[in-house]
């Protein structure tokens, strides 16, 4: 089985079960905001096996979109080379494959930017 991020509604990242749970969490670990997972929970983003980044609220998807762009390759590919040898033949595509999210996410906050400066 398979769940998404979708960081905008152009910009949808599907994932593993076990990869997209790890950035969920982790983005719960560095995204502090009651606010957000509040929503992320009342909207079923969970039942519906697709984070939706680009309905949360502000300021919270802003945070969300930072930390899928600045941290969350390098973040997973330390804590997957901690858990030992087992994870190393995977480390690799797995850290390429969130290159992708954070290529999204930076391209999205780039957009959303742009249109906050109009």
């Known amino acids: 089985m398979s769940r998404d991020i979708s960081v905008s509604a152009e910009y949808?990242?599907?994932?593993?079960?076990?990869?997209?749970?790890?950035?969920?969490?982790?983005?719960?670990?560095?995204?502090p905001d009651e606010s957000v997972w509040s929503y992320a929970d009342q909207a079923g983003f969970e039942e519906l096996h697709n984070f939706r980044v680009y309905d949360l609220p502000e300021p919270g998807r802003h945070e969300v979109l930072g930390v899928l762009a600045e941290e969350v390759p390098a973040a997973y590919g330390a804590?997957?080379?901690?858990?030992?040898?087992?994870?190393e033949p995977h480390v690799a595509g797995e850290v390429h494959h969130l290159e992708i999210l954070a290529m999204m996410a930076v391209e999205v906050l780039r957009e959303l930017d742009e249109r906050s400066a109009e």
């Not at 949808?12 to 995204?31: D, I, N």
């Not at 804590?79 to 994870?87: D, I, L």
Request: glycine residues 10%; aromatic residues 18%; charged residues 20%.
């Open 79 to 87: 804590w997957a080379r901690e858990r030992g040898p087992q994870y």
């Open 12 to 31: 949808v990242w599907p994932a593993s079960t076990g990869l997209s749970s790890w950035v969920v969490g982790y983005l719960k670990e560095r995204v």
